[in-house]
């Protein structure tokens, strides 16, 4: 399974952006699909997940009530909407594909490379 992220970008805190990640080699729809962050010197943190059918989803409690995780089947991809975005939520994301549900990185399987976010104050 291949990942790409994209998406990310500069905005000021406040505002929004929507990050995609895409599948290519296999399909990831029976795949726990999972985004995490990563600022410098720390560890890769968990952000969001969603399970195959979306029947169940997870967030981190500092994102909750402002990111929205989902999933298109028929395109094998995932999406990851934040709004209300603070300077804290500035890292590289990343997302990744588990075949069960995981909230911790080192769980996940197939990782695509990250995309950064910068929030600005």
């Known amino acids: 399974v291949q990942l790409q992220a994209y998406g990310g970008g500069l905005v000021q805190a406040g505002g929004s952006l929507r990050l995609s990640c895409a599948a290519s080699?296999?399909?990831?729809?029976?795949?726990?699909m999972g985004w995490f962050r990563q600022t410098p010197g720390k560890e890769r943190d968990f952000v969001a997940c969603?399970?195959?059918?979306?029947?169940?989803?997870d967030y981190a409690d500092s994102v909750k009530g402002r990111f929205t995780i989902s999933r298109d089947s028929a395109k094998d991809t995932v999406y990851l909407q934040m709004n209300s975005l603070k300077p804290e939520d500035t890292a590289v994301y990343y997302c990744?594909?588990?075949?069960?549900?995981?909230?911790?990185?080192?769980?996940?399987?197939?990782w695509g490379r990250g995309t950064q976010v910068t929030v600005s104050s």
């Open positions: 969603i399970v195959r059918g979306a029947t169940y989803i």
């Open positions: 990744a594909a588990s075949k069960a549900y995981y909230t911790t990185w080192r769980q996940y399987d197939h």
């Open positions: 080699g296999r399909t990831t729809n029976t795949y726990v």
